[in-house]
């Protein structure tokens, strides 16, 4: 019984593409894997089919998206243009860990423009760089149209007893499509009002006001983590790099840290090099 729970949770489970180590797992720990059974239900021994099976469910349990990985990740994110590319490009992954040699990642987006089209892609927190280009955080977007519904159904269920339990059903059914309206009304006045005044801006101004552009949002959300006691303090801050590419220029620092002044003497910085 406990095996089959644990397959119906294990085939529930989102897997990683092109991912598989079990048989590294399987190789590797065997040995470690027998003497945890022999420590801790010896019994197993005498059920060999269930064993396997449990060792099998063990080494597949590696190729699974685990909470634990993907609330600690680390991401990475490559830009550019290709050699006979007019537009730029981008793919943003998630690194997880690695087993046997092998990289446990997901592709979370490829971006190839081919147009004039002009994106504002944040990374690793990006809730209030979009609550400052949307006019409104994505958490009351979603709460809005939610507890509509919810105050529509309450007050149905409020009306006097006139009404019978079949005639509120058919308010709530009729109603029901109100709350996907509203989050299409909310979202089309966000793009109109919000969203698009800046991206027609973005692919308007010259690059180094790009930057800055840049550069001032990652400043209001480390602002944010500086003050807010939301659990992510001081989680962004600090001296922030400012580059931009382009197709002409290629990479162009506007705003680098330096760990040494540039004109600090050579033989004081190779004796720092020495005494570390």
């Known amino acids: 019984e406990i095996l089959n729970q644990l397959e119906t949770v294990m085939r529930g489970s989102l897997k990683i593409d092109n991912y598989d180590v079990s048989a590294y797992i399987k190789t590797t720990y065997n040995d470690y894997f027998n003497m945890l059974i022999g420590m801790i239900v010896p019994e197993l021994n005498n059920f060999p089919t269930q064993k396997e099976c449990f060792w099998d469910y063990i080494c597949n349990y590696f190729n699974l998206s685990l909470t634990n990985e993907t609330n600690n990740y680390m991401g990475l994110f490559f830009a550019g243009y290709g050699h006979c590319d007019a537009f730029p490009k981008f793919t943003h992954i998630e690194l997880y860990r690695v087993v046997g040699g092998k990289i446990k990642y997901r592709l979370v987006e490829n971006y190839e ?12 927190q990006p809730d209030v760089i979009l609550t400052f280009c949307k006019g409104i955080s994505n958490r009351f977007i979603n709460y809005i149209p939610q507890k509509v519904e919810s105050i529509i159904n309450s007050k149905i269920d409020a009306l006097p007893d006139t009404f019978t339990i079949d005639q509120k059903n058919a308010l709530k059914t009729s109603l029901s499509s109100s709350k ?29 006001e790009m930057g800055f552009l840049a550069e001032s949002l990652v400043n209001i959300t480390s602002l944010k983590r500086t003050f807010a006691i939301d659990g992510n303090q001081q989680t962004v801050g600090g001296p922030t790099d400012v580059a931009v590419m382009s197709k002409g220029d290629g990479f162009v620092w506007i705003k680098r840290k330096h760990y040494f002044d540039k004109q600090m003497n050579p033989d004081y910085i190779m004796k720092i090099h020495e005494s570390q």
């Open 180 to 208: 996907a309206e509203i989050a299409s009304a909310i979202n089309t006045t966000i793009q109109n009002d919000n969203v698009k005044p800046i991206l027609d801006s973005v692919q308007l101004i010259p690059l180094p």
């Open 113 to 124: 423009e081919s147009n004039n089209h002009a994106q504002i892609v944040p990374l690793a």
